[in-house]
């Protein structure tokens, strides 16, 4: 598997978004009353290429390569309209695929300082994300454990309750005319949808441009002026009605990570007290006592920990 996974906040209300529009989300206070939409993935799944899509402008550098660039939660802090409402995209941590097992810890370290009671005002249980978007690499053909983990991770973060509020989103579809290509990705889409409709049975899968293909950089400087401007706005009608799809189910109670975050516990303490810290903890030590079976050396399997629990703390 090679994307990683992000998250971000979201008809057309054309904005004056640039690069600097991005501001880290260091509290769910910080979009108190707002309609926030997590984009969610692998590296590389598309997220950032969705972002750009909705806004039809560079709102996030999506620069080639298996790594994630993003090191943050952010948010895109000018909201985009979708039938009357004002959304804001919310850009995550990709996880996995980048080959840097710390992204995980990290996602889960940053979702629950961002739920924590002691960084915002408590005023209430109001549900504050109004839906999750993840997004899948139709090129990535295996439900193997990285996926799976994510998906787990997904539902730690999200609970049954509300999990019709999550929508699975496929990108990168080669057009119909490239016959043999489509075919091996319709296969590779079997094994998620079976996972997918075991875990999230009421969540939709859309094809973000199954009809119109996408073309990359590099191929959309070939084309005039008119045919690129055609090209973007496809791009930027798939991801707008695929908002608005999303947007047919607001969840009516919030995400179970803010419920569990609700009575403040400390952050080392949520750890175990959260369905999504207990998770991600339960992958750590079943990650280290497969390194113990290949390394019996105990001073190094402690030092891999102790680094990894230190950049997860932030210490």
């Known amino acids: 598997m090679s994307p990683a996974t992000t998250f971000h906040i979201i008809v057309v209300a054309q904005s004056n978004t640039t690069m600097d529009t991005l501001t ?23 997220k950032s290429t969705f972002i750009n899509d909705t806004y039809r402008k560079k709102v ?3 620069k080639p390569g298996i790594y994630s660039d993003n090191r943050e939660i952010s948010y895109v802090n000018q909201p985009i309209r979708v039938d009357g409402r004002d959304v804001f995209l919310v850009d995550t941590i990709g996880l996995g695929g980048s080959g840097k097992y710390h992204d995980r810890l990290s996602f889960t ?8 009671p002691g960084n915002h005002r408590r005023t209430g249980l109001e549900p504050t994300v109004k839906g999750i978007l993840y997004f899948i690499d139709t090129m990535d053909s295996a439900m193997n454990e990285d996926n799976i983990r994510n998906l787990e991770t ?10 019709e509020c999550v929508v699975f989103v496929t990108t990168k579809w080669a057009t119909k005319e490239e016959k043999m290509m489509r075919k091996r990705l319709e296969n590779n889409l079997v094994g998620w949808e079976e996972k997918i409709r075991e875990d999230f049975p009421e969540s939709p899968i859309l094809r973000l441009d199954d009809t119109t293909g996408r073309l990359d950089e590099e ?34 109670q919030p995400i179970l990570v803010q419920k569990e975050m609700m009575n403040g516990p400390l952050l080392l303490r949520a750890l175990r007290t959260t369905t999504l810290g207990r998770t991600t903890f339960l992958y750590l030590m079943k990650d280290l006592a497969r390194a113990v079976l290949v ?12 680094n990894m629990f230190t950049k997860l703390a932030g210490w």
Do not use: C
């Open 24 to 46: 880290e989300l260091k509290s769910i206070g910080d979009l108190r009353g707002k309609d926030a939409i997590i984009l969610f993935g692998k590296t590389r799944a598309g």
């Open 60 to 62: 996030v550098d999506n």
């Open 109 to 116: 370290w940053k979702w629950l300082s961002i739920f924590h």
């Open 154 to 163: 997904l539902k730690a973060l999200v609970g049954e309750e509300v999990g």
């Open 219 to 252: 191929d959309l400087n070939t084309l005039s002026l008119a045919e690129r401007t055609t090209k973007e706005r496809e791009y930027h009608n798939n991801a707008m009605r695929v908002l608005r799809q999303l947007l047919t189910k607001i969840p009516t």
């Open 295 to 306: 390394n019996a050396k105990a001073h190094v399997i402690t030092s891999h920990f102790f």
